[in-house]
């Protein structure tokens, strides 16, 4: 009898390794109605205990801010999360579109697609990391309404 092996996708690279932790494919866009304002977006892997994203900077940004996303019918609705986001144990934690997300708030200039802007991670228990973000082209995700939290 022939056994059949699965083939396993390769593992995808990251872009950093901070302990347990592992940045991948890290980038960013601008707002196609607001140019001062950008969205960054990778994936966490955590190969270890919990942790949590406590903050972010970056040169090019006045501020960034970690935001969750909400959809409420065809308006979004976007919230900070003052006590940053949690980083599962063994798990993964995706930062997307109309999702979880870093804020950069007050751009210098809009980011220019092809290029690259480092962001500065800060962790609970990893501790901190500067990882280029890949700049793509600025994309519309619907109306977003800021609320408090």
Same mark, same amino acid.
């Given at each position: 009898m022939l056994k059949w092996l699965r083939r396993s996708e390769p593992k995808e690279v990251p872009a950093a390794t901070l302990g347990p932790l592992q940045i991948v494919k890290p980038w960013a866009r601008s707002s196609a109605s607001e140019p001062d304002v950008g969205g960054g977006y990778m994936t966490v892997v955590n190969d270890g205990e919990s942790d949590r994203l406590v903050s972010a900077s970056c040169s090019?940004? /006045?501020?960034?801010?970690i935001h969750a996303i909400r959809v409420k019918g065809p308006a979004l609705e976007m919230r900070k999360q003052d006590a940053g986001l949690v980083i599962p144990p063994a798990n993964q934690q995706i930062l997307?579109?109309? /999702?979880?997300?870093?804020?950069?708030?007050d751009l210098a200039s809009p980011l220019l697609a092809g290029s690259k802007v480092p962001v500065t991670l800060v962790f609970e228990k990893a501790g901190s990391v500067t990882v280029d973000f890949a700049v793509e082209e600025p994309g519309a995700v619907g109306h977003v309404t800021l609320r408090s939290s």
């Amino acid at each position: 009898m022939l056994k059949w092996l699965r083939r396993s996708e390769p593992k995808e690279v990251p872009a950093a390794t901070l302990g347990p932790l592992q940045i991948v494919k890290p980038w960013a866009r601008s707002s196609a109605s607001e140019p001062d304002v950008g969205g960054g977006y990778m994936t966490v892997v955590n190969d270890g205990e919990s942790d949590r994203l406590v903050s972010a900077s970056c040169s090019a940004a /006045g501020s960034v801010e970690i935001h969750a996303i909400r959809v409420k019918g065809p308006a979004l609705e976007m919230r900070k999360q003052d006590a940053g986001l949690v980083i599962p144990p063994a798990n993964q934690q995706i930062l997307k579109p109309r /999702g979880y997300h870093l804020l950069m708030r007050d751009l210098a200039s809009p980011l220019l697609a092809g290029s690259k802007v480092p962001v500065t991670l800060v962790f609970e228990k990893a501790g901190s990391v500067t990882v280029d973000f890949a700049v793509e082209e600025p994309g519309a995700v619907g109306h977003v309404t800021l609320r408090s939290s």
